[in-house]
């Protein structure tokens, strides 16, 4: 069964910076899917920050990271990478690795992706 396992979340200042990470195991063909990162936060919707393509690498960002996050992957490794600076509280939250993360059902919350990690928490404060 296709497991995706996130790690690197934590406490943080503001302005620091953090790197997320996402293996997935025996995801075989659907690890070449759409990967990226959803995050959810007490009291807001579900917000897809950051999607890469399987095949050319084309990368989406919401308007709330850009600039600030970076995704990437390695398909060697089977791993996502999200690299994060200059972080703001409005940035604290559980963080998902996520496949079918442009599908326009999974981008509007009304589901998950085909595949999704455990989630991570990144907290942003002094």
């Known amino acids: 069964q296709a497991r995706l396992v996130e790690s690197g979340g934590g406490l943080v200042q503001p302005g620091g910076s953090m790197n997320l990470t996402c293996r997935a195991a025996?995801?075989?063909?659907?690890?070449?899917?759409?990967m990226g990162w959803i995050r959810q936060a007490p009291g807001k919707e579900r917000e897809v920050v950051a999607c890469?393509?399987?095949?050319?690498?084309?990368?989406t960002y919401a308007d709330s990271v850009t600039g600030r996050f970076t995704i990437s992957r390695d398909n060697a490794v089977h791993t996502v990478y999200l690299q994060m600076k200059n972080l703001k509280p409005e940035d604290t939250a559980v963080y998902y690795c996520?496949?079918?993360?442009?599908?326009?059902?999974?981008?509007?919350?009304?589901?998950?992706?085909?595949?999704w990690g455990q989630g991570t928490q990144v907290t942003v404060s002094s």
């Open positions: 996520m496949t079918d993360c442009t599908e326009p059902a999974v981008v509007a919350g009304r589901r998950w992706g085909d595949y």
């Open positions: 025996r995801i075989g063909d659907p690890y070449y899917k759409t």
């Open positions: 890469i393509a399987g095949s050319d690498y084309y990368t």
